[in-house]
């Protein structure tokens, strides 16, 4: 058993709580406090809400049944249906797990919700009472102390019926004795202490505070802890729950059944079985105090539960409804006939129903029509059978709160009946064949609660199901279709309310809107020639190819007649490449506006989130622009594949994937160039914020950012943070960490005087003129300047001689501008040049980048290129790297270039400083 003392509850009340009030409180001014923390990627569990209510009212009646009658007081402000406050923490799991020492797990819980405290109380002395639905780690702490309870998910695993004895001498467990009186048994020792009972050494199991909890509820208090309980102010003589809980689960008003909750024992039940089963009345209730518990034995090969002589209207819409659990998740079947012979079938059969009971309470309801018989009977019967599959000694079942209730309409609304339509009722997109429908709960009045059963589905005006919880999913539906959703309240009583929730959704069409867009089929649907399909493409067999033949030309990629929806969000993905790099521009008619696209001379993803203007209507004939050169650039080809226009799901309750696999390579001392993957969930359009040292340095739609300007002899911590159209933040990346060198590194940088200090030397130039200027450069006292005749000619500016091994990666890093606002046809090369082989003679040829276009702006921009060196046949001494420019391009303007290197991957690396 774990502790926390005195000096952690300092620091709680202190921090977080408000001070509490001077005035005097009245006796039953404070109350107990009973909350149910969700970790942010853990979900809402109705039935471990339902199973506290359950307990707390175990637990006020064992207290009143030791204090002559009084016990605690809870708050009223749980859900409509506990007396549980549930709330649903900012954090995922692993963060209460994130340390061991002692006090941790309870720290952060407490820390984690004080927000929510302090909304529900000002007063730091009522009790607190936190259950976590995460596993402390070991070593960390929970358990009580004065005013406060926090325990983890093995108390709501033990007292659903899902958890083991727990810690303990087993040998005191009797065999019959179920494992939720052990857990509640240890949570009456919890809310003891809490309540300011010292805890006591083990050994004494008649006291509560020590091992009397494995005895419970047999076990007693003495006479000291009874006078300091009676005295303390969260114990009253009048108290509200229990009387609220027996009139929640009293099966009431219109049910047909019998005393269906087992409040006045078995009769009139009907228990039978041809073995050795047994059926008794416990006080383990679902939400009262009693339920039935049936045992079944290997020998048990027909056990039913029923009762006789019930009343039924003929062609009437009843729903039966019970709860029910068993501890390893049979099933059961279910019917109602006629108690006769011959037996006839009045609406429900053994064959056609059959419920999965789960190893926890849960509600199960049973909508149908009375058949068989044209005026009342009184000799209806209802029968529960247990299913006999894989029999294990000692089985049990357990069952309560069983109704049968006629059905009605209206909308009759009073304080007696105060049901309203569910609220806020949203339909959300799963896939295109599933729709799931979430609402909160239509009362707003305290009674409200005690009456609400269930709601009923209707899909386009027919029944489709029924459900307990504030969320359904419809399974059933078509894609591309639209959808007319109603949810309707219904009571204890049966009352179906004819004023419903609606909701009305169209589900998303089936695939890619797009034909062939992997151009398998050649050119069909895009209107290309066949020499324009070429073999093999990115994915499959082909890709569409398209090549300029002369300047100034432009070419279309195109598909019309695809449709497109309103209110639906769509991606458009394709992979591309060009041969010199270029801008292409891509637009969907009523939905993606016209946008530049830069490609590479490497195959590249690409995907662009959009969806229909609000004010536009169904597009049934839009089309796909892909707009390719629209610049001067003769004798360049463009080749796509695999292009896909794709409606997307809403991603409304799922979080999204922080990126993954950060890394880094440095390209200089002060450099580094960071890459990423993407979310595992990426829906397309995510934009990443780059942090460093735990503060924001910039934003990029790629995943790729370079970081420049770093100080020497640091090290600095990385995280990137993903963001989408949704407004879906994700959680930060695991942390990189980046070590610069001590000082600045000689002989690594394989350009010669990248900085341009020493003036243009080894620098040359070709029908441009070249020098080194003093104006604004990134580092140092000057940056190289290029700059264009009036009448520009093929242009290049380079530097020989640059020594290369094969088969090695390479990082070239640099910064450049240009006077020109827009400026795309710099384009880098590096190329080994013109040669003979055994006399042979041989072109320049490509050693590494082979025409890599350079989108340049007005404004200093680093650039970080990572090449491989092929292998080859001669030394790579006489390697080129160049600036080029294409004749004719038009160029008219001047370039700037500052801190060129290009370094071995890794190099810089090997010379980091070493904290």
């Known amino acids: 058993m774990k502790f926390i003392y005195k000096t952690l509850l300092t620091l709680f009340t202190f921090l977080i709580l408000p001070a509490a009030s001077n005035a005097s409180l009245q006796l039953n001014d404070k109350n107990v406090h009973f909350i149910y923390i969700s970790p942010a990627d853990v979900p809402r569990k109705e039935h471990y809400e339902r199973v506290l209510t359950s307990t707390i009212v175990d637990l006020q009646l064992w207290f009143a049944s030791q204090l002559d009658g009084a016990s605690f007081n809870v708050a009223e402000e749980g859900h409509p249906w506990t007396n549980v406050s549930w709330y649903q923490h900012s954090h995922k799991s692993s963060l209460f797990n994130s340390e061991t020492n002692s006090g941790q797990f309870m720290f952060i819980t407490l820390l984690g919700a004080h927000s929510f405290l302090q909304s529900q109380s000002p007063d730091p002395n009522d009790i607190w009472v936190v259950f976590v639905d995460v596993d402390a780690a070991p070593n960390q702490d929970w358990g009580a102390m004065e005013s406060i309870v926090v325990v983890p998910a093995e108390f709501l695993k033990g007292l659903s019926g899902e958890g083991d004895t727990g810690t303990g001498p087993t040998s005191l467990f009797p065999w019959w004795l179920p ?38 509820p047999d076990t007693a208090l003495n006479d000291d802890h009874k006078t300091l309980l009676n005295d303390h102010d969260m114990i009253a003589m009048s108290y509200r729950a229990v009387t609220y809980a027996r009139t929640y689960s009293f099966p009431g008003f219109g049910s047909s059944l019998e005393n269906g909750s087992f409040e006045s024992g078995l009769n009139p039940w009907v228990f ?160 295109n064949t599933e729709v799931r429908l979430s609402w909160d709960p239509g009362q707003t009045n305290s009674y409200g609660p005690i009456l609400t059963l269930a709601y009923f589905i ?68 895009w209107g290309l020639a066949k020499d324009k399909i070429v073999e093999p493409g990115y994915i499959g067999d082909k890709s569409a190819s398209i090549c300029l033949r002369g300047t100034g030309s432009e070419t279309l990629l195109y598909q019309n007649s695809f449709d497109l929806y309103l209110g639906v969000y769509y991606r458009l993905s394709f992979h591309a490449r060009s041969s010199l790099g270029d801008d292409i521009r891509v637009l969907v008619h009523e939905g993606l506006p016209e946008m530049p696209v830069e490609l590479t001379t490497e195959w590249q993803y690409y995907d662009y989130l959009f969806s229909k203007p609000e004010n536009s209507p169904v ?225 320049p040829y490509s050693f590494g980048i082979d025409e890599h276009s350079i989108d340049v702006s007005t404004d200093w921009q680093a650039y970080f290129i990572s090449f491989d060196t092929p292998s080859s046949f001669f030394g790579g001494e006489s390697t080129t790297l160049s600036f080029s420019f294409e004749e004719l391009s038009g160029l008219l303007g001047s370039y700037s270039l500052d801190q060129v290197f290009l370094v071995r991957d890794g190099e810089i690396e090997n010379h980091a400083w070493a904290p």
């Open 179 to 216: 494992d939720q009186l052990r857990w509640k048994g240890e949570l009456a020792w919890f809310l003891g202490i809490a309540l300011g009972l010292p805890p006591q050494p083990p050994g004494n199991t008649n006291d509560l505070m020590s091992e009397g909890f494995l005895y419970y």
């Open 619 to 843: 597009t049934w004939n839009s089309h796909l622009l892909i707009r390719v050169g629209q610049d001067p650039r003769p004798w360049q080809c463009y080749e796509f594949d695999d292009i896909i226009l794709e409606p997307v799901i809403v991603p409304e309750d799922e979080p999204l994937d922080p990126p993954t696999s950060l890394s880094s390579s440095m390209g200089s001392e002060s450099l580094v160039c960071l890459t990423w993957k993407a979310p595992a969930n990426n829906p397309g359009g995510v934009e990443y914020i780059v942090y460093r040292d735990e503060t924001e340095i910039g934003r990029t739609v790629s995943k790729k950012y370079i970081d420049h300007g770093l100080d020497l002899s640091q090290l600095y911590e990385y995280t990137v943070v993903a963001t989408d159209p949704f407004g879906r933040i994700s959680q930060a990346s695991t942390v990189h960490q980046v070590a610069t060198p001590d000082s600045p590194i000689d002989g690594v940088n394989l350009v010669q005087n990248g900085g341009f200090e020493g003036g243009m030397f080894p620098w040359k130039s070709e029908a441009l003129r070249a020098y080194a200027a003093a104006l604004d450069p990134v580092e140092g006292l000057s940056c190289g300047r290029i700059h264009f005749p009036i009448v520009p000619k093929k242009a290049s500016f380079w530097q020989s001689r640059v020594v290369l091994e094969h088969e090695t990666q390479y990082h070239l890093s640099f910064f450049a501008r240009s006077n020109r606002a827009k400026n795309d046809e710099m384009i880098l090369d590096v190329t080994a040049p013109a040669g003979s082989f055994v006399g042979i003679p041989y072109g």
């Open 272 to 431: 039978t079985t041809d073995g050795s089963g047994t059926a008794f009345v416990d006080y383990l209730g679902h939400l009262s105090p009693n339920s039935l518990i049936i045992t079944m034995n290997d020998d048990d090969s027909n056990t039913q539960l029923s009762q006789n002589d019930i009343e039924l209207k003929p062609d009437t819409e009843y729903f039966l409804s019970f709860a029910a659990y068993s501890e390893k998740g049979r099933d059961l079947n279910v019917s109602l006939a006629s108690d006769s012979s011959p037996s006839n079938n009045y609406g429900i059969t053994l064959s056609q129903t059959r419920f999965d009971l789960k190893p926890y309470w849960d509600v199960y309801l049973l909508r149908f029509t009375t058949q068989g018989f044209d005026l009342p009977v009184e000799d209806g019967k209802l029968l529960f059978r247990m299913v006999n599959s894989d029999i294990d000694n000692d089985r049990r079942f357990y069952l309560d709160e069983i109704m049968l209730t006629e059905i009605v309409r209206g909308d009759y609304v009073s304080m007696a009946h105060p049901e309203f339509p569910p609220r806020n009722l949203k339909a959300s997109l799963l896939s």
């Open 458 to 525: 209707h899909r386009n005006g027919e029944y489709i199901g029924v459900t307990t919880t504030n969320s359904f999913e419809d399974k059933t539906v078509l894609a591309g279709s639209y959808y007319d959703y109603e949810v309707r309240t219904v009571n204890r009583a049966g009352l179906e309310l004819i004023d419903p929730a609606e909701v009305s959704v169209f589900t998303l069409p089936p695939g890619n809107r797009l034909m062939n867009g992997g151009f398998e089929e050649g050119g069909i649907y």
